[in-house]
């Protein structure tokens, strides 16, 4: 597993928050380190840092044009999260509101594939608008293990499709966990017993 450098750490922080995904720059700072591994990986920036070569970290670390780059990107992420949205500036923000947004899918990029079609693409939209105005809004679904389908063609031309089972730990979602370190959990009571979920 390849080890970022202190230089390029916030890369991490970054492919873990999906404001790259509707930011052409910050798609475009993964696809600066290895344009071949982006497309191969699907566009996940987590898979990219956990598959590139070290070498081609430390030429990135010793970059000045990458370097200069990915501090413009960081910048505006920084922006983006500290400024003043429409919500915090047209409504009283100290009251403790929280909207719950259940969605059978959000299509909130290819890296997480848990979506098949419209309603998942229409959630994603609607959580990136959200996310946009400060909504105190918290999208709630499932993180399917067998997301949609991939097709490709097979030595005759026709078309075939695979189900490749999602790797949670290689995408940018990552495992809630309480205070003490263990994941946290949530229990429903079923006729036949308990159901227990983990929250990612």
């Given at each position: ?5 202190p230089k390029l750490e916030r890369l991490r922080e970054l492919a873990y928050n999906l ?135 097979n030595a005759d031309g026709w078309q075939q499709e695979s189900y490749p089972l999602n790797d ?33």
């Amino acid at each position: 597993t390849p080890s970022l450098p202190p230089k390029l750490e916030r890369l991490r922080e970054l492919a873990y928050n999906l404001w790259w995904c509707w930011n052409p720059e910050a798609i475009a700072l993964y696809q600066r380190l290895d344009n071949d591994l982006w497309e191969k990986t699907y566009h996940n920036p987590v898979r990219v840092l956990g598959a590139i070569e070290q070498k081609r970290l430390e030429e990135a670390a010793g970059d000045d044009g990458f370097l200069s780059n990915m501090e413009r990107v960081m910048q505006k992420f920084d922006e983006y999260m500290a400024k003043k949205t429409w919500y915090n500036k047209t409504h009283d923000s100290s009251g403790e509101i929280l909207v719950a947004y259940f969605s059978a899918e959000f299509g909130l990029d290819e890296s997480v594939p848990t979506y098949a079609g419209g309603l998942g693409v229409l959630a994603g939209d609607h959580l990136k608008s959200e996310s946009d105005l400060g909504l105190p809004l918290v999208g709630v679904g499932l993180l399917y293990q067998e997301g949609y389908f991939r097709q490709y063609l097979n030595a005759d031309g026709w078309q075939q499709e695979s189900y490749p089972l999602n790797d949670f730990y290689n995408m940018p979602v990552r495992l809630e966990q309480g205070a003490d370190g263990s994941p946290v959990e949530v229990t429903i009571d079923y006729p036949d017993g308990p159901v227990v979920a983990q929250v990612w």
